[in-house]
């Protein structure tokens, strides 16, 4: 049986990353394998493709050529790890896909919906999310969380945009969120981590009913 394939999107900060372990650390509790991986990279290519994306160096040739840099990394990330996992039966947990091009080079960056649809046709195919949690807090809030985890470290190309570019990214995903409601559960993310992490624990229970997935015996090293 196919795994389940379920991804985390929103804005900086929103806290994407921790959600995403937390879900893994639940699921591995009950006795499912779990695939916990992150867009741009989750495979040794699209890593190389992150850091050229991240590090700006990819910016002065504009937003269409980053969404096909984009499309690259998300197609050996597929190949490699993706969708090996769900044949496996794995379960994949995704901590950004295709809706962070749709939403950042599509919406913020103004590609042509086509290409950007056509991207994903070609490279996402029939891999699509069962379930896409969009999480939701204040754009103040989400720049504060990334940069006090950030610390000392330069902020990336993206986190370096206007808070008005920031504001629209929110908006962009809660209008996301309300035209594909089937398959996008929006959270509002702005209460403490395992609050948030009970009401998507709640949607994959109603939704995925973990308990009835077939168990996995992980390898584990000697
Ligand atoms: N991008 C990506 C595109 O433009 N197009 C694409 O197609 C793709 C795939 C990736 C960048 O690439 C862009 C989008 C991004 O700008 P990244 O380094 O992977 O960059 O970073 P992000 O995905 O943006 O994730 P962040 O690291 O900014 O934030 P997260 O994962 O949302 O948040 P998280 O969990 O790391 O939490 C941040 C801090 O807040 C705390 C955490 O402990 C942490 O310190 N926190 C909370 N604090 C209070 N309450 C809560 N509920 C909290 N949850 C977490």
Known sequence: MRGRFITFEGGEGTGKSTQAA????????????????????????????RHVLLSGAAKPLG?????????????????????????????????????????????LGAVDPRIIGALERLVVGPTRPDITFILDVPVKSGLARAGARRGKRAADRFELETPEFHQKLREAYLHLAASEPDRCVLIDARAEPAIVAEQVWSVVTQRLDPAMAPLIIEDVAP
């Open 22 to 49: 937390l879900l893994a650390e639940r699921l591995r509790e009950l006795g499912i394998a779990v695939e916990l991986t992150r867009e741009p990279g989750g495979s040794t290519g699209a890593e190389v493709i």
């Open 63 to 107: 937003a269409e050529a980053e969404a096909m840099l984009f499309a690259a990394a998300r197609e050996d990330h597929l190949e490699c790890t993706i969708r090996p996992a769900l044949e496996r039966g794995q379960w994949v947990i995704s901590d950004r896909f295709a809706d962070s091009t749709r939403v950042y080079q599509g919406v």
